[in-house]
């Protein structure tokens, strides 16, 4: 019903910057909230940045003044702004979004494939 599609991962060393894209598509009525997840090997996923529809938008604090979360509402995309990226941020990246879907408006969470961020020397 609903696709996130993802772009934008890929290796840098450290300092560098890279920018993620997801863009949702199918039976989408409306989208609460997307976000970006991410997971390294061993760890458990965790939140990155989610921007809410009605809210601010909110940032795990190790990527705070570093990351910076956009919407294009008009095209179902969100993105992901990395700066001085750093070791640690190495991970797989995964789109989230909340939306309510045309097929009797429905609420589903959606996730993307997810695409490797690889910071490293």
């Known amino acids: 019903q609903v696709q996130l599609v993802e772009s934008g991962g890929g290796w840098v060393q450290p300092g560098g910057s890279l920018r993620l894209s997801c863009a949702a598509s199918?039976?989408?009525?409306?989208?609460?909230?997307m976000g970006w997840y991410r997971q390294a090997p061993g760890k458990e996923r965790e939140l990155v940045a989610v921007?809410?529809?009605?809210?601010?938008?909110n940032y795990q604090d190790s990527v705070k003044g570093r990351f910076t979360i956009s919407r294009d509402n008009a095209k179902n995309t969100v993105y992901l702004q990395m700066n001085s990226l750093k070791p640690d941020d190495t991970a797989v990246y995964y789109c989230?979004?909340?939306?309510?879907?045309?097929?009797?408006?429905?609420?589903?969470?959606?996730w993307g494939q997810g695409t490797l961020v690889t910071v490293s020397s």
């Open positions: 921007f809410p529809s009605g809210g601010p938008t």
């Open positions: 989230n979004a909340r939306v309510v879907t045309l097929i009797n408006f429905q609420y589903l969470e959606v």
């Open positions: 199918g039976s989408i009525f409306s989208i609460n909230a």
